[in-house]
């Protein structure tokens, strides 16, 4: 069955990577209750390259239930990428980003809206009140990397406030009128100043499934924030240059005194501290500045973030991603 065409009030972006085992679970919970709201609205999922049977699953669902809408990358592109996808495809006023997993609970949403409404807002942020579900380890640095984030952004960012928030579409147009790519969401959105808000909530368990986002993409990420939003780490490594020199200057006076006062004895250990010092140093240094380097690098190549290989409400005659790829113009992929 076709999606209607009609613009909607409300969109709810969902990236998806291989969340074949929580799937049963998300229509059961998210199908009645975006039903009972009372307003228009899609359900736009960005299938991140699954390699199990998340696209069969969708593409399944696609046949019953209207407002989904099937979004597939050609290849496993990232969080913040499906996201971006999900932000060019959503068609709605006021955009909402949630992720499979049921986490955040999708009965929020209503309070999402009603707050960006009563209060004219165009950013509502869900703020997660309670983390006991996720580890010590976990909570202590989200808190390091959102305290980390507001020094280096200059904004205030929403504690424990992660990719489940509520934008209006002047957010979503502005967002994507951005030229750079790989933006992370949780520091673009704050950065652009809109009207905001909160809604709290108590963070749940993992419905179904393990997470893919695993210690490795968590670094990523955080990585990326810092390269992204500040130039700190290039002035780090400046100043890590000049306290290199300062210290050398000091080993350089500490042996001529030693070498005037007929002190020097043979040895290795000053001549393995320094270089060991120096070195470490330098090697940092450039390595932050390779970073850098690797950014606008990539950035000149000018290259997609991410490619669509399949839309649901573009091409709804087909119900199986493989079906639109092989009747698909290769020069349009």
């Not at 951005?178 to 009207?195: A, H, K, M, S, Y």
């Not at 490795?216 to 890590?240: C, E, H, I, N, Q």
């Not at 090697?283 to 190549?301: D, M, N, P, T, W």
Request: negative net charge; contains cysteine; aromatic residues 8%.
């Amino acid at each position: 069955m076709p999606m209607p065409t009609a613009v909607p009030v409300l969109s709810v972006v969902v990236p998806m990577y291989d969340e074949e085992e929580v799937l049963p679970i998300f229509f059961e919970r998210m199908h009645p209750l975006l039903d009972g709201l009372g307003i228009s609205y899609e359900v736009v999922v960005v299938d991140d390259g699954s390699r199990d049977g998340t696209a069969a699953l969708l593409s399944e669902a696609v046949r019953t239930w209207p407002q989904l809408r099937l979004v597939r990358l050609l290849r496993n592109s990232g969080h913040q990428a499906a996201l971006s996808a999900g932000f060019r495809r959503a068609r709605g006023e006021y955009l909402v980003t949630i992720d499979a997993d049921l986490q955040d609970p999708p009965e929020v949403i209503a309070e999402l809206l009603a707050a960006a409404r009563d209060q004219d807002v165009d950013v509502v942020y869900g703020v997660r009140s309670d983390r006991s579900s996720d580890t010590w380890a976990k909570r202590t640095t989200a808190r390091m990397y959102y305290r980390l984030m507001c020094r280096l952004v200059g904004r205030e960012i929403p504690f424990d406030a992660g990719d489940f928030r509520l934008v209006s579409r002047r957010v979503v147009d502005a967002v994507n009128g951005l030229p750079e790519d790989g933006r992370v969401f949780r520091l673009v959105i704050p950065w652009l100043g809109f009207p905001s808000a909160e809604v709290r909530y108590v963070r749940a368990e993992r419905a179904a499934g393990v997470t893919k986002y695993n210690l490795r993409k968590m670094l990523g990420l955080a990585f990326d924030s810092v390269t992204a939003f500040s130039a700190a780490p290039l002035r780090l490594a400046t100043w890590l240059g000049l306290f290199g020199g300062l210290l050398s200057i000091a080993f350089v006076i500490g042996a001529l005194v030693i070498k005037l006062t007929g002190q020097s004895i043979p040895g290795w250990t000053s001549t393995v501290l320094a270089v060991a010092v120096i070195g470490a140093i330098q090697l940092l240094c450039l390595g932050l500045l390779g970073e850098y380097v690797a950014r606008l690098f990539l950035s000149s190549q000018k290259r997609p973030q991410f490619l669509v290989g399949y839309d649901s409400l573009e091409d709804p005659g087909h119900h199986t991603y493989a079906e639109a790829l092989e009747s698909s113009d290769p020069e349009q992929r």
